[in-house]
């Protein structure tokens, strides 16, 4: 068994934000080892392909802080077996409110469950300069043409630009 720590944070990223990025940021410091996982659910419908997002997760990331190494993938199904696949002790989620948290916390008790004790859910609390953005709020603006600068990076803008106008 590796004696790594792995992680894996798993979520839409439809785009990724400044907050996902800020926490991306803070997990690298706390494992060895972290996966930022999409989900490429086909019965939900997204802006950007899982594919559009990983390349967007893997430019925005580049030239982030934090120690741990950065690894990208897509999967489909439950995160449980993602991680039993990765290998991955730990879940990395952002909380952002209590709505969060409410919504959050049957998840990681149902992945640990799961699991049998294997998998653990890490909460980080988002930063106050950050805790109130969304990827739904961020393709909202974006769609009616307002200023995104304070929610997501330059490339993202760029990528929903060309989306809107495509
Ligand atoms: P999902 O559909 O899985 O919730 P998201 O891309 O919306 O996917 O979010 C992925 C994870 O990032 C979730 O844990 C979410 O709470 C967290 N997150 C989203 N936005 C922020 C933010 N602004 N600050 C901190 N965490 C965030």
């Known amino acids: 068994m590796s004696t790594e720590s792995i992680a894996v944070y798993p979520g839409s990223f439809d785009p990724v934000t400044r907050g996902h990025l800020e926490i991306i940021e803070r997990a690298r410091d706390l494992f060895d080892v972290l996966h930022v996982a999409v989900v490429a659910n086909p019965s939900k419908e997204c802006l950007f392909s899982s594919d559009e997002r990983l390349d967007l997760l893997r430019a925005e990331t580049a030239a982030l802080g934090g120690s741990g190494k950065l690894e990208f993938t897509s999967f489909e199904g439950l995160t449980v077996q993602l991680a039993g696949k990765l290998g991955a002790r730990w879940i990395v989620r952002g909380l952002r409110s209590g709505a969060d948290l409410a919504s959050e916390l049957p998840m990681a008790l149902t992945n640990r469950e799961c699991a ?41 803008e760029e990528a929903l630009r060309k989306k809107s106008s495509s």
């Open 116 to 156: 049998e004790g294997e998998l653990d859910t890490v909460f980080l609390p988002a930063s106050p300069g950050t805790s109130f953005i969304s990827s739904s709020l961020v393709r909202e603006i974006a769609a009616a043409g307002g200023r995104l600068d304070s929610l997501v990076t330059g490339g993202v």
